[in-house]
């Protein structure tokens, strides 16, 4: 099992850019995730998924956009890129037990810069 | 208020100090607790779930205490390797909520 793996592990773009976190898993997870976490700060819940085309905003959504049209697959999207969205954007997956959150596996993330 | 709150520290120990962290939460109906490791640059790794009457990982401790909403983790015998951060972790509705982390370094 490889796990959850993102691409790119890291990109430039130029303010008002567009591009697309790549995040895939192959443990069969219903729940995937994506967070943003800037420098010395904590995780941020952008968006959230409990199952192929289910999506759900988290705390910070705006700016970006997102799909599930497989199990495996959870893109994320930005649109026209802006400096504030420079971060370190990690990926998630999970099988939770009814009732309960089972663990969360992270991908290795993508480290942005908009410039 | 936070929904889960944790003292950034940092805390800064010798080779085989004991530390220990808390964490409070403030979803009195929250089930799962854990505690994640994040190292620097890297991606957070499930350090070790938190039960109800404690468990214990080698030399990690960790305690729940319902009625005061606190969850704690004891380090024993302090690595070098142990520096990190460590997130308090509490679940939320279909979600889990991730506190700023308490960053631990040990030194020689």
């Known amino acids: 099992n490889a796990g959850v793996t993102q691409t790119p592990k890291f990109r430039i773009l130029k303010i008002g850019q567009s591009m697309t976190l790549q995040c895939t898993q192959d443990m069969n997870h219903n729940y995937m995730y994506w967070y943003r976490q800037d420098p010395g700060m904590g995780l941020k819940l952008i968006y959230y998924s409990v199952g192929a085309g289910i999506t759900d905003k988290g705390e910070v959504p705006n700016g970006y956009n997102v799909s599930r049209s497989t199990t495996e697959d959870f893109p994320l999207r930005l649109e026209l890129a802006a400096p504030s969205q420079t971060s370190v954007y990690f990926c998630?997956?999970?099988?939770?037990?009814?009732?309960?959150?089972?663990?969360?596996?992270f991908g290795p993330g993508t480290r942005l810069l908009v410039l | 208020r936070k929904e889960v709150e944790q003292d950034p520290g940092p805390f800064n120990v010798p080779e085989g100090a004991t530390v220990a962290f808390n964490c409070t939460y403030s979803n009195s109906a929250s089930q799962s607790f854990f505690w994640y490791r994040q190292d620097c640059r890297k991606e957070p790794k499930l350090l070790m779930s938190v039960y109800s009457s404690g468990n214990e990982d080698g030399r990690f401790t960790a305690q729940l205490n319902r009625a005061s909403q606190y969850i704690s983790l004891l380090i024993r015998d302090s690595k070098l390797s142990d520096s990190a951060t460590y997130l308090c972790v509490v679940n939320g509705f279909q979600k889990l909520v991730f506190g700023t982390g308490t960053r631990l370094l040990v030194s020689p």
């Open positions: 998630a997956s999970s099988y939770p037990l009814v009732g309960y959150q089972e663990t969360q596996y």
